[in-house]
């Protein structure tokens, strides 16, 4: 057995008895129904039954399935920054997060348009509690992140991630993903964590953390949807966050945040891809001794990249005009798209919380803000 088992994505040796196993689940049918809704049931059961590896369930259904939901629930993907990418090599993107589901499903989708290798990618375990959940993680090539662990175990779960994201990278010559912090971004603030690089550095052996960020060709990316299809199911956990209060999820509150993720509507999206960060590194190298300010300008260096190749949308300028009370962003967008904005937000919240509305309003406006002046972090 290997010390990854628990955690890893199927081999392909496993998937044709994983596709067996689930192809007759009811989730299973409505997502291929979904996705081939002229098709006969057991014609996409029998070519299930035919797959036998990652990428061909990836290419064959998931890739498909994809093209759906933009059709029905956008106004269409754009990308740049991949022409920069090298086919052959294996890169560590760091995103933002914005959907559960979507984030790197449409990055991997973008990759596959662009002639590249798919990544592996972390998933939190809180997403997978249903065996069908797991088993689809595993055949979209998802490795699974534990969550609420206690400090001790939490150590030894962060060391093993470490290892197999140097595995991915070095031994397999496999790209990953990971956002630049636990869960999705609620506000609309997209800041790296720390400890998401120091966890990347555990399995650096013998080599200086910097060193170690540097061979792992890390690539921001900024993810940037018009509409977040989430956008009001994320009101209570802002409202809590604002009143200092503890925020508890409902039970089935993750599920609903997929589901409404990915056939909400997001109008258009974009991706890009940023630069490899290995000059800013060196600088880092340069202008900083010690370790703890290395890893905090690293990720002061992945912020800037995200936000400044962050696609800012119509919706963006509306929110932070109507926050402030201002029109100063107006030559950026048409009386027409303020009106949809503001009927989405009321139908959307409780506009006679002036808190929700203002939470609601900053969560599309900081990435304007943040444009304007991107987050300063202080030691």
Known sequence: MSKFDHIRPYYDTEVNAALHEFAHDPMMKAIMNFTFPGMEDQEWVDRLKRTHSIRDFQINFIYPALNMVLEKSSQGLTTSGFDKLDGHTAYLFISNH??????????????????????????GDNLVKKPFLMAMS???????????????ELLLSSKLLSEYINNSLFHENRSVWMAQ????????????????LKMLGMARGDMSEMEYFKKMKIVPVSISYEYDPTDALKMPELLARSRAEKYVKEKNEDFINVLTGIMGQKKRIHFHTGDVLQDEIDEIIEQHASPNKQIQALCDAIDASIISNYKLWPTNYIAHDLLHESDQFADNYTADEKKEFVERMTKGIKVDNPEIVRNFLSMYANPVINKMAPLVHKE
């Open 181 to 196: 912090r636990e869960g999705r971004t609620k506000d609309g603030n997209d800041a790296t964590h720390k400890g998401v």
């Open 98 to 123: 914005r959907d559960i589901i979507l984030d790197t499903s449409l990055l991997n989708y973008s990759l596959y348009n662009h002639n590249m290798m798919m990544t592996t990618s972390a998933i």
């Open 138 to 152: 595993r055949l979209t090539r998802n490795f699974i992140v534990q969550r609420g662990l206690p400090a001790r």
